[in-house]
């Protein structure tokens, strides 16, 4: 079993930035795929970041060149993922969740698209940004 804790959520005006962490412990030699999805009451959630074990990365078209996500592995049964977010803007304000999923080979773009595919949730952070 994994479990995932985010943190690092908060109140930032337009243009400003924030750094939100999520902590991956239990059996994390499970899961080699992390992400981070976000959600807005009432709509669907949708994909911001992903990085696959090998270092690779994927980003939603919105936060291109404004977020990066990184990973950290901290020992066999912990890892750390991390989201910097710069230059934010309003229509950023959603829940900001952790996702993780054992190996996989497709592509990274499709997991963006498709949150019900990640294995693990943690229970997110929100991020609130006024303009």
């Known amino acids: 079993q994994v479990h995932l804790a985010e943190s690092g959520g908060g109140s930032v005006q337009s243009g400003g930035s924030l750094r939100l962490s999520c902590v991956a412990s239990?059996?994390?030699?499970?899961?080699?795929?992390m992400a981070w999805f976000r959600q807005d009451p009432g709509k669907e959630r949708e994909g911001v970041a992903v990085?696959?074990?090998?270092?690779?990365?994927?980003?939603?078209d919105s936060v291109k060149g404004r977020f990066t996500i990184s990973r950290h592995i901290a020992s066999a049964r912990q890892r750390t993922l991390s989201l910097q977010m710069n230059r934010v803007q309003p229509e950023d304000t959603a829940m900001y969740y952790c996702?993780?999923?054992?190996?996989?080979?497709?592509?990274?773009?499709?997991?963006?698209?498709?949150?019900?595919?990640?294995?693990?949730w943690g229970q997110g952070t929100l991020v609130t940004v006024s303009s």
């Open positions: 990085i696959r074990g090998d270092g690779s990365t994927e980003y939603a």
């Open positions: 996702a993780a999923r054992p190996p996989w080979t497709g592509p990274l773009s499709q997991w963006l698209l498709r949150p019900a595919e990640s294995s693990y």
């Open positions: 239990g059996d994390t030699y499970d899961i080699t795929l």
